[in-house]
C-alpha cells in the first residue's frame, strides 16, 4: 500500500476514538489500490460489526473494478495490538487482518494472516 492508504485508514480510526472503526482494503497481487471505510454497526469501543449494507456494496464495488479483497482493518483504540481471540474467531475471510492500536495517542498497525483459529504476524510495506 502506499502512503495516502495508509493515512486514509489512520485517519478514519483516529476520527472514531473511542469506538473501533473497520474498512476493507481491495487491490489485486498482494497490491492495495483503494481504502473502503464501513460503518461499524456496533458502535463500540470493544467491538465491531460492519454494517452488512456498507459491506455488500464494498463488495460488489471491488467486484466491478476488477480488484480482490485483499484485507480488512479494524481498531483497537485501547489496546491490544495483536488480533484478540474474538477476532480470531470471527475472521471469516482468507485476506490479511490489520489492526490498529493505539497506545498513549500514538498509532500502529501490524498485520496478521488468520487461519485455523492462529494469527501469524505478516508484514506490512508502504511504498512510494
Ligand atoms: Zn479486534
Known amino acids: 500500500m502506499n502512503?495516502?492508504?495508509w493515512q486514509e485508514m489512520l485517519h478514519h480510526v483516529n476520527r472514531h476514538?473511542?469506538?473501533e472503526a473497520c474498512g476493507l482494503l481491495a487491490g489485486t497481487d498482494n497490491r492495495v489500490e483503494k481504502v473502503?471505510?464501513?460503518r461499524n454497526q456496533a458502535q463500540s469501543p470493544v467491538q465491531f460489526v460492519m454494517d452488512p449494507y456498507e459491506q455488500l456494496k464494498a463488495f460488489e464495488w471491488i467486484e466491478s473494478n476488477g480488484?480482490?479483497?485483499l484485507g480488512i482493518f479494524h481498531s483497537h483504540?485501547?489496546?491490544p495490538e495483536t488480533a484478540s481471540a474474538t477476532d480470531i474467531l470471527e475472521a471469516a475471510y482468507e485476506v490479511v487482518h490489520i489492526i490498529w492500536s493505539r497506545?498513549?495517542?500514538?498509532?500502529?498497525a501490524r498485520g496478521f494472516w488468520i487461519k485455523?483459529?492462529?494469527a501469524s504476524e505478516v508484514r506490512l510495506r508502504i511504498i512510494e
Open 116 to 118: 485455523d483459529s492462529d
Open 77 to 79: 483504540p485501547a489496546g
Open 17 to 19: 476514538i473511542p469506538l
Open 67 to 69: 480488484l480482490d479483497l
Open 103 to 108: 497506545i498513549e495517542d500514538h498509532w500502529q
Open 36 to 38: 473502503i471505510v464501513v
Open 3 to 5: 502512503k495516502e492508504h
